[in-house]
Protein backbone atom coordinates (compact mmCIF):
# COMPACT_ATOMS: atom_id res chain seq x y z
CA UNK A 1 0.00 0.00 0.00
CA UNK A 2 1.22 3.55 -1.12
CA UNK A 3 1.76 6.07 1.71
CA UNK A 4 -0.52 9.07 1.99
CA UNK A 5 -0.35 11.05 -0.92
CA UNK A 6 0.17 15.15 -0.14
CA UNK A 7 -2.18 16.16 -3.40
CA UNK A 8 -2.00 20.16 -2.63
CA UNK A 9 0.49 21.22 -5.12
CA UNK A 10 -1.64 19.17 -8.01
CA UNK A 11 -4.72 20.51 -6.87
CA UNK A 12 -4.71 23.02 -9.51
CA UNK A 13 -4.63 20.60 -12.21
CA UNK A 14 -5.56 17.47 -11.45
CA UNK A 15 -7.60 15.96 -8.89
CA UNK A 16 -7.58 12.39 -7.91
CA UNK A 17 -10.06 10.13 -9.15
CA UNK A 18 -11.90 7.56 -6.50
CA UNK A 19 -13.04 3.95 -7.34
CA UNK A 20 -16.33 4.69 -6.67
CA UNK A 21 -16.16 7.10 -9.42
CA UNK A 22 -14.26 4.76 -12.00
CA UNK A 23 -16.79 2.00 -11.26
CA UNK A 24 -19.61 4.30 -12.23
CA UNK A 25 -18.18 4.29 -15.45
CA UNK A 26 -18.51 2.38 -18.37
CA UNK A 27 -16.71 -1.12 -17.52
CA UNK A 28 -14.65 -1.16 -20.42
CA UNK A 29 -14.25 2.16 -21.63
CA UNK A 30 -13.43 5.18 -19.79
CA UNK A 31 -14.13 8.78 -21.16
CA UNK A 32 -11.19 10.58 -19.44
CA UNK A 33 -7.54 10.16 -19.81
CA UNK A 34 -5.83 8.67 -16.28
CA UNK A 35 -2.93 10.24 -14.70
CA UNK A 36 -0.50 7.97 -12.46
CA UNK A 37 1.35 9.63 -9.68
CA UNK A 38 4.96 8.14 -9.76
CA UNK A 39 6.42 8.93 -6.24
CA UNK A 40 10.09 8.39 -6.73
CA UNK A 41 9.87 11.11 -9.46
CA UNK A 42 6.74 13.30 -6.79
CA UNK A 43 5.06 13.76 -10.17
CA UNK A 44 2.00 12.21 -13.14
CA UNK A 45 2.69 10.58 -15.93
CA UNK A 46 0.25 9.43 -18.36
CA UNK A 47 -1.44 6.61 -17.86
CA UNK A 48 -4.53 5.46 -19.48
CA UNK A 49 -5.54 7.23 -22.70
CA UNK A 50 -9.49 7.84 -23.05
CA UNK A 51 -11.85 5.48 -24.91
CA UNK A 52 -9.63 2.96 -24.95
CA UNK A 53 -10.41 -0.83 -24.76
CA UNK A 54 -10.05 -1.93 -21.10
CA UNK A 55 -9.07 -5.93 -20.55
CA UNK A 56 -10.23 -7.08 -17.21
CA UNK A 57 -6.89 -7.23 -15.66
CA UNK A 58 -6.25 -3.93 -16.88
CA UNK A 59 -9.46 -2.67 -15.49
CA UNK A 60 -8.70 -4.14 -11.91
CA UNK A 61 -5.31 -2.68 -12.17
CA UNK A 62 -7.02 0.95 -12.69
CA UNK A 63 -9.30 0.41 -9.65
CA UNK A 64 -6.05 -1.14 -7.10
CA UNK A 65 -4.18 1.81 -8.02
CA UNK A 66 -7.76 4.54 -7.55
CA UNK A 67 -7.36 2.99 -4.27
CA UNK A 68 -4.29 3.58 -2.99
CA UNK A 69 -4.60 7.31 -4.88
CA UNK A 70 -2.70 7.43 -7.23
CA UNK A 71 -4.80 7.93 -10.35
CA UNK A 72 -5.64 11.31 -11.29
CA UNK A 73 -7.71 13.13 -13.71
CA UNK A 74 -7.02 16.63 -15.76
CA UNK A 75 -9.08 19.81 -14.65
CA UNK A 76 -9.36 20.13 -18.42
CA UNK A 77 -11.62 17.09 -18.77
CA UNK A 78 -14.09 18.77 -15.98
CA UNK A 79 -16.98 19.33 -18.44
CA UNK A 80 -17.21 15.23 -18.99
CA UNK A 81 -16.85 14.56 -15.75
CA UNK A 82 -19.38 17.09 -14.73
CA UNK A 83 -21.85 15.73 -17.42
CA UNK A 84 -21.31 12.29 -15.86
CA UNK A 85 -21.51 13.22 -12.18
CA UNK A 86 -25.02 14.96 -12.80
CA UNK A 87 -26.47 11.84 -14.47
CA UNK A 88 -25.24 10.29 -11.28
CA UNK A 89 -26.00 12.55 -8.65
CA UNK A 90 -25.13 10.68 -4.97
CA UNK A 91 -21.51 10.70 -6.60
CA UNK A 92 -20.81 14.38 -5.45
CA UNK A 93 -21.16 12.93 -1.24
CA UNK A 94 -18.40 10.52 -2.55
CA UNK A 95 -15.74 11.81 -4.28
CA UNK A 96 -13.92 14.48 -1.64
CA UNK A 97 -11.54 15.92 -4.58
CA UNK A 98 -14.36 17.74 -6.07
CA UNK A 99 -13.71 21.46 -5.39
CA UNK A 100 -17.13 23.58 -4.05
CA UNK A 101 -17.32 25.50 -7.45
CA UNK A 102 -17.31 21.85 -9.26
CA UNK A 103 -19.99 20.85 -7.37
CA UNK A 104 -21.89 23.76 -7.45
CA UNK A 105 -21.81 23.86 -11.57
CA UNK A 106 -22.81 19.95 -11.16
CA UNK A 107 -25.82 20.70 -9.41
CA UNK A 108 -26.59 23.78 -11.34
CA UNK A 109 -26.80 21.31 -14.02
CA UNK A 110 -28.53 18.23 -12.84
CA UNK A 111 -31.22 19.65 -10.81
CA UNK A 112 -32.45 21.48 -13.73
CA UNK A 113 -32.08 19.08 -16.02
CA UNK A 114 -34.20 16.68 -13.97
CA UNK A 115 -36.66 19.56 -13.20
CA UNK A 116 -37.58 19.77 -16.83
CA UNK A 117 -38.03 16.10 -17.72
CA UNK A 118 -40.03 15.77 -15.06
CA UNK A 119 -42.34 18.55 -16.40
CA UNK A 120 -42.27 17.73 -19.62
CA UNK A 121 -43.29 13.79 -18.51
CA UNK A 122 -44.64 14.15 -14.93
CA UNK A 123 -44.80 10.01 -14.50
CA UNK A 124 -43.37 8.36 -11.71
CA UNK A 125 -40.19 6.99 -13.11
CA UNK A 126 -38.94 10.65 -13.70
CA UNK A 127 -40.86 11.92 -10.58
CA UNK A 128 -38.45 9.13 -8.81
CA UNK A 129 -35.44 10.30 -10.40
CA UNK A 130 -36.25 14.00 -9.42
CA UNK A 131 -36.92 13.04 -5.83
CA UNK A 132 -33.64 11.14 -5.85
CA UNK A 133 -31.98 14.40 -7.13
CA UNK A 134 -33.53 16.68 -4.71
CA UNK A 135 -32.68 13.92 -1.75
CA UNK A 136 -28.83 13.98 -2.89
CA UNK A 137 -28.77 17.90 -2.27
CA UNK A 138 -30.77 17.92 1.18
CA UNK A 139 -27.88 15.77 2.39
CA UNK A 140 -25.37 17.66 0.50
CA UNK A 141 -26.44 20.88 2.30
CA UNK A 142 -27.29 19.44 5.72
CA UNK A 143 -23.20 18.05 5.76
CA UNK A 144 -22.95 21.83 5.59
CA UNK A 145 -25.67 24.39 5.48
CA UNK A 146 -23.03 27.08 4.65
CA UNK A 147 -22.59 25.62 1.47
CA UNK A 148 -25.91 27.17 0.18
CA UNK A 149 -23.82 30.01 0.29
CA UNK A 150 -22.26 28.96 -3.32
CA UNK A 151 -25.34 28.02 -4.66
CA UNK A 152 -27.19 31.27 -4.23
CA UNK A 153 -24.08 33.23 -5.31
CA UNK A 154 -24.65 31.06 -8.79
CA UNK A 155 -28.33 31.53 -9.23
CA UNK A 156 -29.58 32.05 -12.96
CA UNK A 157 -30.03 35.25 -14.20
CA UNK A 158 -30.88 37.15 -17.34
CA UNK A 159 -33.20 34.03 -18.08
CA UNK A 160 -36.90 34.20 -18.29
CA UNK A 161 -37.21 30.26 -18.18
CA UNK A 162 -39.35 28.64 -16.50
CA UNK A 163 -37.32 25.78 -15.37
CA UNK A 164 -34.31 28.37 -14.07
CA UNK A 165 -36.76 29.71 -12.23
CA UNK A 166 -37.93 26.79 -10.11
CA UNK A 167 -34.17 25.98 -9.64
CA UNK A 168 -33.53 29.45 -8.26
CA UNK A 169 -36.80 29.37 -6.12
CA UNK A 170 -35.69 25.76 -4.91
CA UNK A 171 -32.50 26.94 -4.26
CA UNK A 172 -33.67 30.80 -1.94
CA UNK A 173 -36.60 28.86 -0.47
CA UNK A 174 -33.93 26.16 0.86
CA UNK A 175 -32.23 28.64 1.98
CA UNK A 176 -34.83 29.89 3.85
CA UNK A 177 -36.30 26.32 4.83
CA UNK A 178 -32.76 25.71 6.91
CA UNK A 179 -32.40 29.12 7.95
CA UNK A 180 -35.79 28.69 10.06
CA UNK A 181 -35.30 24.94 10.56
CA UNK A 182 -36.04 25.67 14.25
CA UNK A 183 -40.05 26.24 13.06
CA UNK A 184 -40.16 23.10 10.61
CA UNK A 185 -40.11 19.48 11.57
CA UNK A 186 -37.50 17.07 10.48
CA UNK A 187 -39.88 14.54 8.75
CA UNK A 188 -41.28 18.35 6.06
CA UNK A 189 -38.06 19.40 5.22
CA UNK A 190 -38.10 16.74 2.20
CA UNK A 191 -41.26 17.46 1.56
CA UNK A 192 -40.88 21.53 1.37
CA UNK A 193 -37.56 20.60 -0.68
CA UNK A 194 -39.58 18.83 -3.36
CA UNK A 195 -42.16 21.03 -3.09
CA UNK A 196 -40.16 23.68 -3.98
CA UNK A 197 -38.42 21.91 -7.26
CA UNK A 198 -41.89 20.97 -8.52
CA UNK A 199 -44.24 23.96 -7.49
CA UNK A 200 -44.65 25.05 -11.08
CA UNK A 201 -45.66 21.96 -12.69
CA UNK A 202 -49.05 23.32 -13.63
CA UNK A 203 -47.87 26.94 -15.85
CA UNK A 204 -45.45 24.31 -17.15
CA UNK A 205 -48.45 22.46 -18.52
CA UNK A 206 -49.90 25.25 -20.33
CA UNK A 207 -49.27 26.01 -23.94
CA UNK A 208 -46.30 28.20 -23.94
CA UNK A 209 -47.80 30.68 -26.47
CA UNK A 210 -50.53 30.95 -23.64
CA UNK A 211 -47.55 31.47 -21.11
CA UNK A 212 -45.84 33.70 -22.76
CA UNK A 213 -48.69 36.66 -23.91
CA UNK A 214 -48.35 39.49 -21.96
CA UNK A 215 -52.16 40.94 -22.64
CA UNK A 216 -55.48 40.31 -24.17
CA UNK A 217 -55.62 36.25 -23.08
CA UNK A 218 -58.78 35.13 -24.03
CA UNK A 219 -61.55 34.52 -20.47
CA UNK A 220 -60.32 30.43 -21.11
CA UNK A 221 -56.59 31.62 -21.51
CA UNK A 222 -56.74 33.73 -17.86
CA UNK A 223 -58.55 31.03 -16.17
CA UNK A 224 -56.22 28.04 -16.98
CA UNK A 225 -53.42 30.83 -15.13
CA UNK A 226 -55.28 31.39 -12.49
CA UNK A 227 -56.22 28.24 -11.61
CA UNK A 228 -52.66 26.67 -12.81
CA UNK A 229 -51.40 25.70 -9.22
CA UNK A 230 -54.58 23.71 -8.58
CA UNK A 231 -53.85 22.04 -11.75
CA UNK A 232 -50.19 21.03 -11.15
CA UNK A 233 -51.27 19.78 -7.32
CA UNK A 234 -53.65 17.57 -9.37
CA UNK A 235 -51.01 16.27 -11.56
CA UNK A 236 -48.98 15.93 -8.24
CA UNK A 237 -51.77 13.80 -6.47
CA UNK A 238 -52.41 11.07 -9.47
CA UNK A 239 -49.01 10.06 -9.03
CA UNK A 240 -50.22 9.42 -5.50
CA UNK A 241 -48.22 11.84 -3.96
CA UNK A 242 -50.45 13.13 -0.81
CA UNK A 243 -48.08 15.21 1.41
CA UNK A 244 -49.88 18.41 2.06
CA UNK A 245 -46.23 20.20 2.80
CA UNK A 246 -45.24 19.26 -0.49
CA UNK A 247 -48.40 19.77 -2.37
CA UNK A 248 -49.13 23.38 -0.53
CA UNK A 249 -46.23 24.49 -2.55
CA UNK A 250 -47.97 23.95 -6.10
CA UNK A 251 -51.14 25.34 -4.51
CA UNK A 252 -50.20 28.30 -2.77
CA UNK A 253 -46.65 29.78 -4.06
CA UNK A 254 -49.01 32.53 -5.70
CA UNK A 255 -50.99 33.36 -2.65
CA UNK A 256 -50.27 36.55 -0.77
CA UNK A 257 -49.85 37.19 3.21
CA UNK A 258 -52.01 40.60 2.89
CA UNK A 259 -54.97 38.52 0.66
CA UNK A 260 -54.26 39.59 -2.75
CA UNK A 261 -52.78 36.12 -4.34
CA UNK A 262 -54.65 33.63 -6.27
CA UNK A 263 -56.40 31.26 -7.29
CA UNK A 264 -57.73 31.12 -3.38
CA UNK A 265 -57.39 34.58 -1.79
CA UNK A 266 -55.66 33.12 1.19
CA UNK A 267 -54.54 35.61 3.76
CA UNK A 268 -51.91 35.50 6.71
CA UNK A 269 -52.11 32.29 9.11
CA UNK A 270 -54.65 30.94 6.45
CA UNK A 271 -51.90 30.58 4.42
CA UNK A 272 -49.44 26.76 4.98
CA UNK A 273 -45.62 26.91 6.13
CA UNK A 274 -44.53 26.01 2.72
CA UNK A 275 -46.79 28.33 1.07
CA UNK A 276 -45.29 30.90 2.22
CA UNK A 277 -42.01 30.19 1.86
CA UNK A 278 -42.40 28.95 -1.80
CA UNK A 279 -44.36 32.16 -2.42
CA UNK A 280 -41.67 33.95 -1.68
CA UNK A 281 -38.92 32.38 -2.99
CA UNK A 282 -40.91 32.23 -6.36
CA UNK A 283 -40.94 36.12 -6.41
CA UNK A 284 -37.45 36.55 -5.59
CA UNK A 285 -36.09 33.96 -7.96
CA UNK A 286 -38.26 35.87 -10.88
CA UNK A 287 -36.71 38.84 -10.20
CA UNK A 288 -33.13 37.18 -9.83
CA UNK A 289 -33.71 36.24 -13.30
CA UNK A 290 -34.16 40.09 -14.68
CA UNK A 291 -30.77 40.45 -13.35
CA UNK A 292 -31.28 43.03 -10.95
CA UNK A 293 -28.57 44.35 -8.66
CA UNK A 294 -28.85 42.72 -4.72
CA UNK A 295 -29.70 46.79 -4.16
CA UNK A 296 -32.16 46.55 -7.02
CA UNK A 297 -33.82 43.17 -5.22
CA UNK A 298 -33.50 44.16 -1.71
CA UNK A 299 -35.67 47.64 -2.81
CA UNK A 300 -37.97 45.51 -4.64
CA UNK A 301 -38.82 43.46 -2.32
CA UNK A 302 -39.03 45.87 0.29
CA UNK A 303 -41.94 47.52 -1.66
CA UNK A 304 -43.80 43.90 -1.25
CA UNK A 305 -43.06 43.21 2.00
CA UNK A 306 -46.60 43.33 2.94
CA UNK A 307 -47.51 40.27 0.30
CA UNK A 308 -45.05 37.96 2.58
CA UNK A 309 -44.91 36.28 5.95
CA UNK A 310 -42.99 38.50 7.91
CA UNK A 311 -40.22 36.18 9.65
CA UNK A 312 -39.70 34.54 6.44
CA UNK A 313 -39.56 38.04 4.91
CA UNK A 314 -36.43 39.64 6.87
CA UNK A 315 -35.16 35.73 6.56
CA UNK A 316 -34.92 36.40 2.97
CA UNK A 317 -33.64 39.79 3.16
CA UNK A 318 -31.07 38.54 5.82
CA UNK A 319 -29.78 35.67 3.34
CA UNK A 320 -29.46 38.12 0.61
CA UNK A 321 -27.62 40.78 2.21
CA UNK A 322 -25.19 38.23 4.32
CA UNK A 323 -23.88 36.55 1.07
CA UNK A 324 -24.31 39.13 -1.84
CA UNK A 325 -23.64 42.86 0.47
CA UNK A 326 -20.72 41.45 2.37
Given at each position: ??????T????E???????????????????L??????????????????????????????????????????????????????????????????????????????????????????????????????????????????????????????????????????????????????D???K??????????????????I????????????????????????????????????????????????????????????????????????????F??????????????????????Q????????????????????
Open positions: MSKKLDNSLNEFYQISPKILESFSKFRIPDLYLFKEKIASLEPFYKRDSRLQEEQRKDILERASQGLLFVSRNDHSIYTKHISKQLDLILIDKHLTPLEIVSILKMAIPEKIAEFYEQPVKPVWEELQESVIVLLKYLQEDPHRIKGLIKNLFKQNNDLIKTTYNAGILGLAITLESKQIKEDLKHIALGLFTYDLGLYRPKFIREKTANLTPEEQQKIINHPISGAKLMRKLDIREETLLNCHLEHHECFDGSGYPRKLKGQDISLSGKICSLAHAAELITKNLTPHELLATLSKKSKFAPKFYNTLLNIITNIWLK
